[in-house]
């Protein structure tokens, strides 16, 4: 099923949750609505459900409007946060809940309900759990039991709002691995709300940024993490170091240091800042006349594979964090205190226009 929303428009009071929001959610693929707390990405997610209605604005489904359609009526799958099980059923019971709450005329049979759940636990592989009850679980298997009592219903769409917020974070891992392989089996449309980047970009083929009931950016997880279409964007993807300067006919001028940013050759005497992540900096012992940013290390966490540099601006004190692999760490016998240079290999420089002459 493919989803679309037109110019939806949410506001609670004097608070505007969604602001002229338009999207697309093509048929059978995962996508993942980002973005901080109160960006709008949960009560999207409820009126493409049908439980919030918008003020205004289109919810279609297949092409066919279905604003004033009943949630039942719109074959949505629900997964909640907290698994909203039910304590007093077995597992066996909560995942036939919704196949035995069905009208009649629609309701399988006893027999087909059995064959079905069974079906379900087998592909959450926790059939062995059947006769248990949900506090006896672990938080990883209630989810995954969730997420069966959901499919049952056998919905064209599947909705799962923070499905592994509540879990810890080797368990929330594990989970969201496992929920990339049963899409990829199953070919449901998905949409998943998450505010943690490192979910959104390992499991889902579209990523939605929002922010303040915006739209930010949607792309691929490699075009929205390579390629991000504004600094608040570049800024909740990852780590990254800000270089402020100005910027002047294709250079940018930060501190002692200057770039160039050839994308910005006809800007005169603007407001920039320069956005680099810490893996995109390269490090070097300083030696007179070096071009770069003169550092000194204060201090390096060396622990696995990469080797985090803490690192002190020379021209302004600004704190730099680098991240270079453990064995270019060793190789440098880099210690505390040591004046450096470093040198961004890719940056992306937004200008305030505004600011601009």
């Known amino acids: 099923m493919t989803i679309e929303v037109n110019n939806i428009r949410k506001q609670f009071g004097q608070f505007t949750a969604l602001d ?37 604005g ?37 995942v036939a809940f919704g196949l035995r709450v069905k009208a009649r005329k629609e309701r399988p049979s006893e027999q087909q309900i059995r064959h079905k759940v069974q079906q379900l636990l087998e592909l959450v592989q926790l059939d ?17 039991i969730a997420l069966a009592r959901a499919l049952a219903v056998e919905p064209r769409v599947l909705l799962l709002d923070e499905p592994f917020g509540a879990l810890d974070a080797k368990v929330r891992k594990e ?58 964007v570049y800024g909740f993807l990852g780590n990254v170091n800000l270089f402020h300067g100005r910027v002047h006919e ?11 940013v050839p994308d910005h050759a006809q800007v005169q005497n603007g407001t920039g800042i320069a956005y680099v ?10 030696a007179a006349g070096a071009e770069g940013i003169v550092v000194k290390l204060r201090r390096a966490h ?25 064995e270019r760490f060793r190789q440098l016998q880099l210690k505390d205190g040591e004046t450096l240079v470093v040198r961004p290999r890719r940056m992306q420089v937004f200008v305030d226009q505004g600011a601009a002459i």
């Not at 449901?188 to 959104?200: K, M, N």
């Not at 294709?250 to 160039?260: P, T």
């Open 175 to 232: 989970l969201r691995r496992w929920l990339r392989r049963l899409h990829d089996d199953l070919h449901v449309t998905s949409i998943f709300v998450t505010h943690d980047q490192e979910e959104a970009l390992e499991v889902a083929d579209q990523v939605v940024l929002m922010n303040k009931g915006r739209v930010e950016q949607l792309g691929t997880p490699d075009q929205v993490y390579n390629h991000p279409a504004s600094p608040f």
């Open 277 to 286: 992540r810490p893996h995109d900096l390269e490090i070097d012992r300083y």
């Open 250 to 260: 294709g250079v940018l001028a930060s501190g002692d240091a200057s770039f160039e």
């Open 128 to 144: 062995w759990l059947a006769d248990r009850y949900p506090p006896q679980l672990s938080g990883g298997q209630r989810q995954r």
């Open 58 to 94: 289109q919810v279609l489904l297949d092409g066919e409007d279905a604003s004033r359609r009943h949630v039942r009526e719109r074959q949505v799958g629900f997964v909640f946060q907290h698994y909203a099980l039910f304590k007093h059923m077995t597992v066996f019971e909560n």
């Open 20 to 56: 002229n929001v338009s999207l697309q959610f093509p048929a059978g693929e995962l996508t993942a609505l980002l973005g901080p707390s109160g960006c709008g990405k949960t009560t999207l997610l409820r009126i493409i459900a049908g439980l919030e209605h918008p003020d205004s």
């Open 302 to 326: 060396a622990i696995g594979p990469l080797a985090q540099l803490d690192l002190e601006r020379a021209d302004n004190a600004e704190l730099i964090e680098a991240v270079i692999p453990n």
